[in-house]
Structure formats: C-alpha cells, structure tokens
C-alpha cells in the first residue's frame, strides 16, 4: 500500500485549482447578481427584520361616490374631473379597499416619513418627477412652502436626504418615485389649519411622494399578494428612523407603536394602497437604499 505521504500535491497555480477558483468567482458573481432587488421591488420591515416586497399591480387611491377628494363642493359621483386625476390624500379613508372589501380587514403598510431635519435652504427641496401636476409644489417653491410650515425642510422632502431611505427605490432613485408608487400625495387635509392652509380645504395641495421607509406588522412578514393600506406615519425624532440593515430604530410594528405612544411618531390613514407580496429577508443588503 502506498502511503498517502507520497501522493503528489496539486499547486495552487495548477489548471485544477484555477478552474475552482474560476468556478467559485462566478458562484458569488450569480449570488450578487441574484441578491438585487429586482425592477418591481423594495425593501422594508416587519418584526424587527428585513423584508422584500414584490409590486404586482399600480397603486390605487380610493375614491368613493360620497367623496370629495378636490374639495370644490360636488361629490364624486357628480364631477366626472374629480375622477381624471389620481388624488392620494393622507387622513382621508374609504370605507372599503380595492377589492370592495371592508377597510376594517385591510393589511396596514406603514409608511415612516422623516419629518425631522434641520435644512434652511429652499433650493434643496425636490422637484416634481417630470414636471409635476398643474399647482403641485415643486423645488424652490415647495421648500418656502415647508419651511414656512416646519422652520426647515424636513428629509422627507430633501431632494438628497441625510438618512437611508427605502424609496426612492434603487433601481429608479429619481426624488418623489418608487416602483409602482403615485408620485405625488395630497396633504390638503393633513395641513388644513396650519399657516398658510385653509380649513377646511379648498382645493388639494399636491406635493412629491416623500422620501420613506416601510414597516408591515409582524404577522404580515410572509404575505402573498393583496392590497395594503398606506398608513403615513410621521416621525418627529432621527433616533428612531431605522437604520438600514434593521438594526436599530423602527423596524416593527410594536417600535412604531412605543413611538407613537411617546408623541414621537404620529400616525394617520389613507386612500392609498398598493398591491404587493412580501417575504422575510432581505434580496438586496439595502444595496440601493437612497439618501446616504
């Protein structure tokens, strides 16, 4: 019997070892190319984790037959215009989802708006994406706008945020975008009262989409696809923004309610919804997550 001593070694630079190497530099290579997020998705968090969502249809923003949405007087059901524009209002909810099915039993995506932030300088507020809506507050003129409401642009609406956002999404980072998403939100109702803004209403008052992040509760981590109520959620303090592995600030539900509870975060409802799956886990290591 040969002893093994005498077996001849291969060399690292030997074709043997140059081929395993060559095979495993193109295992990570599809690992890495696997783990983006793909066109249609985003990240977010649910039970203290990271989560991928998967956008399988557009949004919707509910409007009912009784509605308003435009606040010029006439209910839904008798202004045809009011139906020509997506209106996707905070505070403002229907009865009933997409489906028709009771908003009572609604999944709840809460949507974490950074509404800290310390910027002055008007000119740093985003832009409308391709122009805007006719009246909706772009640049310059929404910074004036917010400044005159907050004493500084918050991130939500800085053109390249201070913290890690999950949208805008990698794939498109264009300030007031996300896959899938509208890309401008009505605050009319949210603002009503405050300087500057009638109450009630008398017209929307159209702004960017924010920058944001997302958290689903934690029986919702693993869903298939359904509709999902956006549920803004304002956080006042940057100690509780997620970091954007998940490890720290808030990534569950129970963190957001703790907030809220202390008056750090102030959450409302909507007509928005979106239409998404989601699964535990991350498929992207927060490789876009915008704003840093």
């Known amino acids: ?23 495993s ?8 190319a696997w783990a983006q997020l793909a066109p249609n998705q985003t990240n977010g968090f649910g039970n203290g984790r990271l989560v991928t969502f998967t956008y399988l249809q557009n ?8 509605m308003d949405l435009d606040h010029n007087a006439i ?21 009933a989802d997409p489906t028709g099915g009771d908003l009572k039993h609604t999944a709840h995506l809460y ?3 950074p509404m800290f932030g310390a910027d002055t300088d008007p000119a740093d507020a985003m ?6 809506r006719p009246g909706e507050l772009c640049g310059v003129q929404l910074g004036n706008a917010l400044i005159a409401l907050f004493g500084h642009i918050p991130e939500a609406w800085r053109t390249t945020p201070s913290v890690a956002t999950q949208c805008p999404d990698p794939n498109n980072p264009v300030s ?17 009262g405050m300087p500057g803004i009638p109450n009630p209403p008398t017209g929307p008052v159209f ?11 934690n029986s919702r981590v693993n869903a298939k696809p359904i509709w999902w109520e956006v549920r803004p959620v304002l956080i006042m303090d940057p100690a509780d923004w997620p970091a954007p592995d998940g490890s720290s600030g808030i990534t569950s539900s129970r963190a957001m309610d703790a907030a809220e509870a202390a008056g750090r975060a102030i959450e409302v409802g909507s007509n928005f919804f979106l239409f998404f799956s989601s699964k535990g886990g991350s498929t992207s290591s927060m490789h876009g997550m915008d704003g840093m």
């Open 1 to 23: 019997m040969k002893s093994s001593q005498f077996r001849p070694q291969r060399s690292l630079t030997s074709p043997f070892w140059t081929t395993v190497v060559t095979c």
């Open 25 to 32: 530099w193109m295992t990570l290579a599809a690992t890495a």
């Open 59 to 66: 949004f919707d923003c509910v409007d009912e037959p009784t």
């Open 75 to 95: 209910l839904a059901q008798s202004d045809p215009n009011e139906m020509q524009t997506p209106i996707c209002q905070a505070v403002t909810e229907p009865t």
């Open 111 to 113: 949507v974490l708006v």
């Open 127 to 132: 832009p409308c994406p391709n122009g805007g």
């Open 176 to 192: 007031g975008t996300c896959t899938m998403h509208a890309s401008s939100v009505d605050l009319s109702v949210l603002l009503a």
């Open 207 to 217: 702004v960017p989409t924010p920058n944001h992040s997302h958290v689903v509760d």
